[in-house]
């Protein structure tokens, strides 16, 4: 058709039956980026993977959904380093004094985390 939509949603059920490419955004930033099948095959950032940890699983009983711990930076006082790292259960030093950069971890993904590149290892 020769058309694009960019979906702006939390509902990753929706973006599963609607989209061909993902991005997450965190603090107003692509910490994420690749094909819906990489991101949702292989998530990489820690904030991708709490948002996978979120969603219900209807074979489990659960009383509570898991969560990410912490809230949200106040984006206009944004943390040196990652903008994820107060809230990361990765978090090193690095992470919390240099920004990470978005870096290729395989051929349709990219991810802008020092803890999710080693793990996938950039490509």
């Known amino acids: 058709q020769g058309t694009s939509?960019?979906?702006?949603?939390?509902?990753?059920?929706l973006v599963a039956t609607s989209c061909d490419d993902v991005a997450v955004v965190y603090a107003g930033?692509?910490?994420?980026?690749?094909?819906?099948?990489?991101?949702y095959d292989h998530p990489s950032h820690p904030y991708t993977i709490g948002l996978f940890g979120a969603i219900p699983n209807l074979e489990s009983d659960v009383r509570r959904l898991a969560n990410i711990e912490g809230l949200p930076p106040d984006p206009s006082n944004l943390p040196t380093g990652c903008s994820f790292a107060p809230r990361c259960p990765y978090a090193t030093e690095e992470c919390r004094t240099k920004p990470p950069k978005s870096e290729q971890i395989a051929?349709?993904?990219?991810?802008?985390c020092y803890i999710g590149r080693q793990k996938r290892g950039a490509v």
């Open 29 to 39: 930033e692509i910490i994420e980026y690749g094909s819906k099948e990489e991101i």
């Open 5 to 13: 939509l960019i979906l702006i949603t939390h509902d990753l059920g």
């Open 107 to 112: 051929e349709k993904h990219y991810c802008s």
